[in-house]
Structures are given as structure tokens and as C-alpha cells.
């Protein structure tokens, strides 16, 4: 009886090790090569939008400029949001039509 036990015990051990054999070889390569690769073209997009971004906010603030003067743009405007239209309620008067309804709900036109 002990004796079966131990060996269904050293079977399912067994399987185990064999299932996260695969799973630890990764954990224990220091680097793969393509992630790396992947990482280090991260990286280098990384730096060039930097630079990129740095560029674009001196020709953005010329531009910006040069649409301040076209447009005659007061001091501390800002051209980078929308400007909300606004918009007045009109008063609407209630007009007297002489419609009257009857019980039935049909409504009658009287002469004024």
C-alpha cells in the first residue's frame, strides 16, 4: 500500500517537472535575442520622438506667430483652443390664435 502511494507520488512529480521544464528554460536564459531587439528599437523610437517633438514646438510657435500678426491677434489670446460662439435666448411671446377645443378634442377657429 505505501508502495503504490510512493509511486503515484513519483509519477505526478514526475509530470510536473516535465510541464514547467519548458516554462523555466525561459526564466533561466538571461536575454532573448529578439525582446532585446525589440527593447533596443523601443528605445531608439523613444529618442527620436524626443528630438522630433522639439523641432515641431520651435516651427510651432513660428507658425503661431506668424498667424498672430496675419490675424491681429490681441496679447494673451490663445490660438491653440476653439473659441465658443454665445448665444442669446430670444424671448418668444405667446400669441392667441383663438383655438378653443370642445369636449370631443377637435379644436375650432374663431373668427376675431
Given at each position: 500500500?505505501?508502495?503504490?502511494?510512493?509511486?503515484?507520488?513519483?509519477?505526478?512529480?514526475?509530470?510536473?517537472?516535465?510541464?514547467?521544464?519548458?516554462?523555466?528554460?525561459?526564466?533561466?536564459?538571461?536575454?532573448?535575442?529578439?525582446?532585446?531587439?525589440f527593447l533596443?528599437?523601443?528605445?531608439?523610437?523613444?529618442?527620436?520622438?524626443?528630438?522630433?517633438?522639439?523641432?515641431?514646438?520651435?516651427?510651432?510657435?513660428?507658425?503661431?506667430?506668424?498667424?498672430?500678426?496675419?490675424?491681429?491677434?490681441?496679447?494673451?489670446?490663445?490660438?491653440?483652443?476653439?473659441?465658443?460662439?454665445?448665444?442669446?435666448?430670444?424671448?418668444?411671446?405667446n400669441y392667441?390664435?383663438?383655438?378653443?377645443?370642445?369636449?370631443?378634442?377637435?379644436?375650432?377657429?374663431?373668427?376675431?
Amino acid at each position: 500500500m505505501l508502495a503504490s502511494r510512493l509511486a503515484a507520488l513519483g509519477r505526478s512529480v514526475q509530470v510536473q517537472v516535465q510541464r514547467n521544464f519548458g516554462v523555466s528554460a525561459v526564466v533561466w536564459q538571461k536575454t532573448d535575442p529578439i525582446q532585446q531587439l525589440f527593447l533596443d528599437k523601443l528605445k531608439e523610437y523613444k529618442q527620436k520622438n524626443i528630438a522630433k517633438e522639439a523641432a515641431t514646438d520651435a516651427d510651432l510657435l513660428g507658425e503661431l506667430d506668424r498667424l498672430k500678426g496675419m490675424y491681429k491677434v490681441q496679447p494673451g489670446e490663445d490660438m491653440t483652443t476653439l473659441s465658443v460662439p454665445k448665444y442669446q435666448d430670444i424671448s418668444v411671446e405667446n400669441y392667441e390664435l383663438g383655438l378653443t377645443t370642445t369636449a370631443d378634442g377637435v379644436e375650432v377657429v374663431e373668427a376675431q
